[in-house]
């Protein structure tokens, strides 16, 4: 039995999950909250975010994100590989950064736009 407090929303259920049971989650209020325990016990996911480097840009860092989630144990690698990115402005909001961040079929994109200095 492990137990966690669900992150999906802010009213933070307790959640127990039986590993020994199929992955049983109790002390969810909502579906979402039993995909959630089942989801952190076998495969962990998180969506990214972070900033990467960008010049001749209003603001010298952009926010980034994965548009979907990706394996948490993979957060370590993406954070190196966002650290490598070298970008020049103007960047559109949404526009793709890193295509499928190490092949997990998510993709870092800008959170918003980052128009040129100046402009
Ligand atoms: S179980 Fe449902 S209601 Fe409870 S925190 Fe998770 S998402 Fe929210």
Known sequence: MKELVCIVCPRGCRLTVDEEQGYKVTGNSCPRGAEYGRTELQNPTRTLT??????GGLHRRLPVR???AIPKALLPAAMAEAARVRLQAPVAAGQ???????????DLIASR???????
Request: proline share 7%.
């Open 50 to 55: 972070t900033t990467v480097c960008v010049a």
């Open 66 to 68: 994965t548009n979907r």
């Open 96 to 106: 793709i950064i890193i295509p499928n961040l190490l092949g997990t079929g998510a």
């Open 113 to 119: 736009a980052m128009p040129a200095a100046g402009a």
